[in-house]
């Protein structure tokens, strides 16, 4: 099995930006089911649905994610990566660091951690 450390930028990039464009996407949306589709399972286990919905509900920031985010750089580590993007709330115009962690179960590439800082 690859691990994706040894992916290239390039092709770690061809995964993960999709992924966060859904992820502002459907957080925007408040949609659940769509949000978590790439989640790894321990990810889909500690997003418990209705703990997201009252994020999501509570959130401006959740539902305020402008579809403008730009990519500042990979972070290699063990079996994972971590992608960090720079978010905008399309509300207040305030900028936040964004973090995917991508990695391997059952040979494709799924979530493993998203969070805004």
């Keep these: 099995m690859m691990n994706i ?21 459907y957080s925007n949306e408040k949609n659940y089911g769509a949000f978590t589709r790439n989640f790894s ?9 209705i703990e997201m919905g009252k994020q999501f509900a509570r959130s401006d920031l959740a539902k305020n994610l402008s579809a403008d985010y730009k990519y500042l750089g990979i972070i290699r580590r063990g079996e994972y990566v971590t992608v960090l993007y720079k978010q905008t709330n399309s509300k207040d115009k305030s ?20 969070t805004l800082f």
């Design 41 to 49: 399972t321990p990810m889909k286990l500690g997003a418990n649905e």
């Design 95 to 114: 900028e936040w660091l964004g973090r995917l962690v991508l990695g391997y179960e059952k040979d494709k590439v799924k979530i493993f951690g998203a």
């Design 5 to 25: 450390i040894e992916m290239t930028d390039e092709d770690i990039l061809a995964l993960a930006n999709p992924m966060w464009a859904d992820l502002v996407k």
